[in-house]
């Protein structure tokens, strides 16, 4: 059991609507990542956090935004929905720099 | 840049065989790690194996086990006795080994394991 969860599990929005996400790391963890996982493809990086602050981000665009609480708890914010954005949204928690990270069991957004 | 290649979209195998699954990469960087994760239908990804790339030894647990070739860059992953359970899309990742913004996974587009009864 990795202690990782996100919330919502599946979430149905509109073109040009804004949505959040949101992941409670495993105790302790005071590093986390998202990453976006389009239909049939591997988990492409997001952007990641370590103690509040963003100290990664892959190439994605700016309405692509992150928050890290003080409790490691994270949220993804994505502006002005694209069809293109309808994937899952995998966060993952792991402590500082350590090897293995635990992952949630997703978010699945669709865009229509 | 890293990228890694999964070249088998899809493989099935009957129950209590032994099937490879195979992963190649690339990089510039000489410390690093390799990952195979594995996502049932539950879509949570499961650590099944690393390997840090300066352990000569091939890592295994339990029925898996990989094949690390560093100078050709691959990175296979043999699983034995097949299991109903293993049936699942198979990923492996790559993550140099730095802290900060160098430590994010890099996925391959994953191969679908069918484990047949």
């Known amino acids: 059991e990795t202690g990782v969860t996100q919330s919502p599990t599946h979430l149905i929005k509109t073109r040009g609507q804004q949505v959040t996400l949101r992941c409670s790391s495993q105790?302790?963890?005071?590093?986390v990542s998202w990453y976006q996982q389009a239909l049939g493809q591997g988990p492409q990086f997001i952007f990641q956090?370590?103690?509040?602050?963003?100290?990664g981000r892959g190439n994605f665009p700016p309405r692509f935004s992150g928050l890290q609480f003080p409790n490691y708890s994270s949220e993804l914010n994505v502006n002005a929905l694209e069809l293109d954005d309808s994937a899952l949204y995998l966060c993952?928690?792991?402590?500082?720099?350590?090897?293995?990270?635990?992952f949630g069991q997703g978010t699945r957004l669709t865009v229509v | 840049a890293q990228t890694v290649t999964q070249s088998q979209p899809e493989m099935s195998v009957q129950e209590a065989e032994t099937v490879t699954l195979s992963c190649t990469y690339d990089?510039?960087?000489?410390?690093?790690?390799l990952f195979w994760y594995k996502q049932p239908p539950s879509r949570q990804m499961i650590l099944v194996i690393r390997?840090?790339?300066?352990?000569?030894q091939n890592a295994t647990e339990n029925r898996f086990s990989v094949n690390f070739q560093k100078a050709a860059k691959s990175f296979s992953l043999k699983i034995s006795d097949s299991q109903l359970g293993d049936t699942a899309m198979y990923f492996c990742a790559f993550r140099l080994n730095y802290g900060g913004s160098q430590g994010n996974l890099i996925f391959g587009k994953g191969t679908k394991l069918s484990v047949k009864p």
């Open positions: 993952a928690s792991r402590r500082g720099a350590s090897v293995e990270a635990f």
């Open positions: 390997q840090e790339a300066y352990k000569q």
């Open positions: 105790s302790g963890h005071n590093t």
């Open positions: 990089t510039s960087e000489n410390n690093y790690y």
């Open positions: 956090y370590y103690r509040e602050e963003e100290n």
